[in-house]
């Protein structure tokens, strides 16, 4: 009885978050602001700043769709969620969209009822090591004592690798994050391994930054994007859209600070992106001139990686994988058309 | 040596000029308070004329933002091992290595290096060479010599690429702040030290590839 009693009431909170999520973006207009959930702290991507104002590239991409929405990128409210708080909170309707160092897997879209928007950030387990071990590729990394966080997935990544490249291999683990860079600084690891956006972080913390670099390889898949519930195909599009507007604008060259020029461009390219020519914000159920909006907002992508992670921050990741796919990554976004 | 100068696209010069909006993140305040320079990053411009005779600190290397300074980084591309790509419009120089990487190196555009795009070669390499401003050159800079031995104080630095066919090279510079900027005249600086490695990396003949950003 019990038993059939959590299942009725689990069914109805589930009707209720599909009826409710099946209009995402009215609810949004509606309350005046959207519900965006991030991280709980991590520089770069989600962190309030000194005035407790959240900035990072995540939190961008909440300020993207609420200028997309509301042509204003301050009618947000941002939800802090721990791992273990962020999907239930975006399956009960608590938020609007997710956008929190996620990573895109089957098991979640399958088992969870979501639906990951696009791939904003392409991150993916890497190597620091010292800058005088002269080392550029991670199959040279033969014989390393490896610093890695116990509990991880990249313990096992890490052993897969060594292993199918026959390699060997000395893992020292660690319990967290501080233990990883001590234990690397006091020299019991000669390698440090996580995913790269958080190499690059914890190489900010330590002695002298620029004595290690990180390896350009990367070993496994860490797609991360924005997150939305199933069963509401018009706000999943926005969300989408909203990461392909700023990508074709970079693509185009429309910057924040060119954008007036952009708006009076004879290129058909530029004027279908920015509402110009033809309806398409409309018909996603936006304006004309989202895409404009948008880049007024927060910038294209490339505004938007250099400021929060890339050489406008402290974290000076290189794009890497996540240049567009015409300047040798891959980040490619379909076209205005 | 020849060294004329090509009329400047004046939309390309506004357009940069316009990216050097401050960039508001914590990355920056933080970094803002140690060093009083503007932000380096996509497009950042400054506004600084050719120094000859100022000597480059000797460990040039330590003036550069770590993000401009030489290393490996993943560069997907069907350009063959050894081209040199240049990306005029984020300040790097990508020297393909295959297998989806590439040495980048931090540069500096001048205002030449803004001008023009496609395919060149590298016609021939000079250790410490000498510089002939040309007569626009003068004009607008008065106080430049007419003529400067390769050396130190020199601005074109340790080395230089020609670009086969053109007035553009790739140099050094005795002003390492520069790199990360677009800056007043010369073609694509690099500090001192790296363009010593790579010099040594590029043979006469190699393949350029200069890539500036789309226009509206």
């Known amino acids: ?337 | 040596m020849a060294f004329t100068l090509k009329i400047l696209s004046r939309t390309m010069l506004l357009r940069v000029g316009a990216f050097a909006f401050g960039a508001l993140t914590f990355g920056s305040i933080a970094m803002a308070q140690s060093t009083p320079v503007p932000p380096r990053g996509m497009g950042a411009t400054m506004d600084i004329g050719d120094q000859p005779g100022r000597e480059a600190p000797a460990d040039d290397e330590v003036s550069i933002d770590p993000a401009y300074r030489r290393q490996p980084v993943y560069f997907r591309t069907t350009e063959a091992p050894g081209t040199i790509i240049i990306s005029t419009n984020d300040r790097f120089l990508y020297l393909v290595e295959g297998n989806n990487r590439a040495l980048r190196y931090g540069i500096g555009v001048g205002r030449d290096g803004f001008t023009w795009q496609g395919l060149v070669k590298v016609e021939r390499k000079a250790e410490w060479p000498d510089w002939t401003p040309p007569a626009e050159m003068i004009q607008r800079q008065p106080y430049l010599p007419r003529f400067m031995a390769g050396g130190p104080g020199n601005p074109m630095g340790a080395r230089a690429l020609y670009l086969g066919g053109t007035v553009y090279r790739i140099h050094g510079t005795n002003q390492p702040e520069t790199i990360g900027y677009a800056v007043s005249s010369g073609c694509f600086r690099l500090v001192n030290s790296e363009i010593i490695d790579l010099y040594s990396r590029v043979p006469v003949g190699a393949k350029v590839i200069v890539r500036q950003a789309v226009t509206l």
């Open chain 1, 1 to 337: 009885m019990k038993t059939f009693l959590a299942l009725v009431a689990g069914a109805a909170v589930a009707l209720a978050a599909h009826g409710a999520s099946a209009q995402t973006l009215k609810t949004v207009k509606d309350r005046g602001t959207l519900n965006c959930g991030v991280s709980r702290g991590l520089p770069g991507f989600s962190a309030p700043d000194a005035k407790g104002v959240w900035t990072g590239f995540d939190v961008d991409y909440c300020r993207a769709i609420a200028a997309a929405v509301f042509d204003d990128p301050s009618k947000v409210t941002f939800f802090p969620l721990s791992a273990d708080e962020r999907f239930p909170a975006l399956q009960k309707g608590q938020i609007d969209v997710l956008s929190r160092n996620s990573t895109w897997t089957v098991e979640r879209e399958a088992g969870l009822g979501l639906l990951f928007s696009a791939i904003t950030y392409y991150d993916g387990q890497g190597f620091l090591v010292p800058t005088k071990r002269n080392i550029v590729s991670a199959l040279e990394l033969d014989g390393s004592k490896v610093c890695v966080q116990s509990g991880t997935t990249a313990m096992g990544y890490t052993q897969d690798f060594f292993t199918a490249n026959t390699m060997k291999l000395e893992l020292v683990t660690v319990p967290n994050t501080d233990e990883l860079v001590k234990a690397y600084e006091d020299g019991r690891c000669n390698t440090l391994t996580t995913d790269v956006s958080q190499l690059y972080a914890l190489r900010l913390v330590m002695k002298k930054p620029s004595d290690h670099i990180v390896v350009p390889d990367v070993i496994s898949k860490e797609p991360l994007g924005p997150v939305v519930r199933q069963g509401d195909d018009q706000w999943f599009n926005i969300v989408k859209w909203t990461h392909y507007a700023m990508l074709n604008a970079e693509e185009l060259g429309v910057t924040t600070a060119n954008l007036a020029e952009g708006l009076k461009s004879q290129k058909p390219d530029v004027k279908r992106l920015l509402g110009q020519e033809g309806a398409y914000g409309e018909q996603l159920g936006l304006t004309k001139d989202f895409a404009a909006r948008i880049v007024k907002a927060v910038g294209n992508y490339g505004e938007v990686y250099e400021r929060n992670v890339g050489t406008g921050s402290r974290l000076a990741i290189p794009r890497g994988i996540n240049q567009l796919w015409s300047l040798g990554g891959i980040q490619y976004a379909p076209p205005f058309r």
